[in-house]
């Protein structure tokens, strides 16, 4: 009976729980990527910094230091990573860069602005020409549908469809921090310019 009491409480301690939680880092890193592209900004390279190099003999005394402790304690690991590329995702990918350029005068002109939620709106009606109105509420409406079906899409293409409201929220974020200056967004629920 002791026998298998340890037996149990060795396979119990030998469990490992592993817990899937919406990878926030990786969804800012996704969002970033996905609006420099429809903005079509080319990110700026930047220099490597050199990394300091440890003499011969103190790198192998870590790395059998590492190995002994990978045979007693099995290593874990888990790097988060949002999957951005499916047939949808570039799509609407690509339609939303395609608008892009009708979208870039009305943030100018401040005629549009980013809500808090990240979806577009008409800031103030009454300073879009009157003949411009329809044509500028088709475009946000266009684009807000597109934003979307890309959120739901991405939380489709990693297996967790239950992931689109948290993926929203990091995008509203992202696309108030990769505004150009002189654009508009909400903000405690007033607009400001960038």
């Not at 329809?134 to 979307?148: S, T």
Request: charged letters at 20%; proline letters at 5%; hydrophobic letters at 45%.
């Amino acid at each position: 009976m002791r026998k298998i009491s340890v037996l149990i409480a060795l396979l119990l301690t030998a469990c490992v729980t592993i817990n899937i939680y919406f990878p926030a880092a990786a969804a800012e890193k996704a969002a970033d990527e996905i609006i420099k592209d429809i903005q079509n900004v080319t990110p700026q390279k930047t220099e490597p910094k050199p990394k300091a190099s440890l003499p011969d003999w103190q790198v192998s005394v870590y790395q059998l230091i590492d190995a002994a402790i990978n045979v007693v304690v099995s290593p874990a690991q888990a790097e988060a990573d949002l999957a951005i590329d499916s047939a949808e995702i570039r799509q609407l990918r690509a339609a939303m860069e395609a608008r892009f350029a009708s979208l870039q005068p009305l943030y100018a002109a401040g005629f549009i602005g980013i809500q808090a939620d990240g979806l577009l709106a008409v800031r103030d009606v009454e300073s879009v020409p009157l003949k411009d109105r329809n044509q500028i509420n088709k475009l946000v409406a266009a684009e807000n549908a597109d934003r979307q079906s890309l959120y739901q899409a991405i939380a489709n293409a990693n297996g967790h469809p239950e992931w689109a409201e948290q993926i929203k929220s990091t995008f509203a974020g992202r696309w108030v921090s990769n505004a150009q200056p002189g654009w508009w967004y909400q903000s405690s629920g007033s607009w400001k310019q960038k």
